[in-house]
Nanobody, 113 residues
Framework: QVQLVESGGGLVQAGGSLRLSCAAS????????MAWYRQAPGKPRDPVAT???????VYTDSVKGRFTISRDNAKNTVYLQMNNLKPEDTALYFC???????WGQGTQVTVSS
C-alpha cells in the first residue's frame, strides 16, 4: 500500500525559504515519477514540480529558478526546496504520483508580505 506523508510547511515572510519533505512507503521513489502539487483556497490543485526516475525535473513557470525538487534514495523521500517565497506561493502542498487518485493531508505553506 502506497503512503506519502508531507511535512515541512509553515509560516514564513516573503523572501524566505522552506523545505518540504515527502516520506514514501510502498513505492521506491527512485523508480517512480514523483510530483509536488499545490492548492490555494478556491483554486484547483496544480502541479508545481515533477522529478522522473532519470532525475529530469520539470517546473511550472511561476516557480522556475526558485524551487528545486530532489530526492534522497536512501531515505525514500522527495523534497521541495522553496526559496525566495512570495505571498502567491501560499497554498496547501501535496506530493503524489501523477495519476494516483488518493491524496495525503498535505502541508500548509503560508507566506506573509
Amino acid at each position: 500500500q502506497v503512503q506519502l506523508v508531507e511535512s515541512g510547511g509553515g509560516l514564513v515572510q516573503a523572501g524566505g525559504s522552506l523545505r518540504l519533505s515527502c516520506a514514501a512507503s510502498g513505492i521506491i521513489v527512485s523508480r517512480t515519477t514523483m510530483a509536488w502539487y499545490r492548492q490555494a483556497p478556491g483554486k484547483p490543485r496544480d502541479p508545481v514540480a515533477t522529478i522522473a526516475p532519470s532525475g529530469l525535473s520539470v517546473y511550472t513557470d511561476s516557480v522556475k529558478g526558485r524551487f528545486t525538487i530532489s530526492r534522497d534514495n536512501a531515505k525514500n523521500t522527495v523534497y521541495l526546496q522553496m526559496n525566495n517565497l512570495k505571498p502567491e506561493d501560499t497554498a496547501l502542498y501535496f506530493c503524489n504520483i501523477p495519476g494516483r487518485i488518493n491524496w495525503g493531508q498535505g502541508t500548509q505553506v503560508t507566506v506573509s508580505s
